[in-house]
């Protein structure tokens, strides 16, 4: 069975410094990962999905990498800002019907 | 139109009361899907629609029925819930065949009390 792990659970920052969220995963076999944000109470926004073939994925400040082999996946926030703070979710598909298995999340505070 | 959307925002219930969640989207993804979070928790799956098709239950109650009527369309039918059933409950989308590389849309939830 799927197991995925996200280290650390909660982190706070000064406004600024880039932040490192790390996803880890026991089987290789997936189709791909995605990384949500989720503000309280609401539901997930989606901020980047990288392929099982891909090694990395950008948006802007964001960057997302992927290393299948190892199980391991790390989100990268570059600059961050009061609006980061967030939880951040990452999701391994790992079947054809498209089910989801999610990581606990990490909870970010980024102070002014 | 890239959102999914979801009606009622917030849902308060008895035990014995019928009432249905509704979520809809117009971008032509034809796996829908029902999860649960309960607080501090990340998503459970329930419920996996392909195709108008009912392809993935999740071990669910009967007290939850799903239904999807259309492409667009998937309703989440409640029925005599307990308390514990308290959760957010999301709706998303994926497309399946050729756009499979967009992976899912969520929408915003339904934050449903028991009482």
């Known amino acids: 069975k799927q197991e995925v792990t996200q280290i650390p659970a909660a982190l706070s920052v000064p406004e600024g410094e880039n932040l490192v969220l790390n996803c880890s995963f026991t089987?290789?076999?997936?189709?791909?990962l995605q990384w949500f944000r989720q503000d309280p109470g609401k539901g997930l926004t989606s901020l980047l999905l990288?392929?099982?073939?891909?090694r990395e994925q950008t948006s802007g400040r964001l960057n997302a990498s992927l290393d299948k082999s190892s199980g391991r996946s790390t989100l990268y926030i570059a600059a961050s800002q009061p609006g980061d703070s967030a939880t951040y979710l990452c999701?391994?598909?790992?079947?054809?019907?498209?089910?989801?298995?999610f990581g606990a999340g990490t909870q970010v505070v980024v102070t002014p | 139109d890239t959102e999914v959307t979801q009606t009622p925002k917030h849902l308060v219930m008895g035990m014995t009361n019928k009432k249905s969640l509704k979520c809809e989207q117009h971008?032509?993804?034809?796996?829908m899907y029902w999860y649960k979070q309960k607080a501090k928790k990340p998503p459970e799956l329930m419920f996996v629609?392909?195709?108008?098709?009912?392809?993935i239950n999740e071990s669910v109650p009967s007290r939850f029925s799903p239904e999807c009527p259309n492409s667009s369309l998937l309703n989440l039918h409640l029925h005599a819930l307990q308390p514990e059933d308290s959760a957010l409950y999301l709706c998303?989308?994926?497309?399946?065949?050729?756009?499979?590389?967009?992976?899912?849309?969520f929408g915003s939830g339904t934050r449903l009390t028991v009482v």
């Open positions: 999701a391994v598909r790992a079947d054809s019907w498209g089910k989801l298995q």
């Open positions: 089987d290789s076999a997936i189709y791909n």
């Open positions: 629609y392909s195709y108008e098709k009912l392809s």
């Open positions: 971008m032509g993804h034809r796996a």
């Open positions: 990288i392929q099982s073939s891909q």
């Open positions: 998303a989308s994926r497309p399946v065949g050729e756009g499979q590389v967009m992976g899912y849309t």
